[in-house]
């Protein structure tokens, strides 16, 4: 009774109260295939928008294995925790929709990131480090109070990068 509580009946607790459970694959299963190899490992996928957030848990940002974070529509305020440089697998960061003041330079670690939505917030300066985010294919600012310089001088470090403006 209690491994029927635990597989069955846990997991829809954790997703009523609006938690997401996707945790990553690994390469230890041999389920239907000899070669453990071949099966990809992909990352967890979490969302924690519109939970009321007034800071993002430290436990999430040392998460490696985290390759989608989506805190948007929470009560963030002054800037993104600069641990995120500890997220090295992240690809998708959604952080709009919050009081956000501050992004730090610490951004320009996360080498994957391929979209980092920071509008709607209350930015009102940009870190230069945006611009070694090479692999960025979106950016938007909008819904900010940025400054046009600061964007100016990271866009030409990201020509093939799509970015939103106010």
Do not use: W
Request: aromatic letters at 2%; a negative charge.
């Amino acid at each position: 009774m209690n491994k029927m509580f635990a597989v069955v009946i846990l997991p829809m607790i954790l997703l009523g109260a609006g938690c997401v459970l996707n945790p990553p694959r690994t390469g230890s299963s041999t389920v239907g295939s000899t070669d453990t190899n071949t099966i990809e490992e992909a990352g967890a996928e979490l969302d924690l928008s519109g939970q009321g957030l007034r800071k993002v848990p430290d436990d999430i940002l040392l998460r490696e294995d985290v390759t989608s974070l989506d805190l948007s529509d929470n009560e963030l305020e002054g800037a993104l925790p600069a641990e995120i440089r500890h997220m090295r697998s992240l690809r998708v960061l959604d952080v709009s929709g919050n009081q956000m003041t501050g992004v730090p330079a610490e951004i320009g670690q996360l080498r994957d990131l391929r979209i980092l939505d920071l509008s709607d917030n209350q930015l009102t300066g940009l870190p230069y480090e945006l611009g070694d985010l090479q692999e960025l294919e979106l950016l938007d600012l909008s819904g900010n109070a940025y400054s046009e310089q600061d964007l100016l001088r990271i866009e030409g470090a990201l020509p093939e990068t799509t970015v939103i403006r106010r």
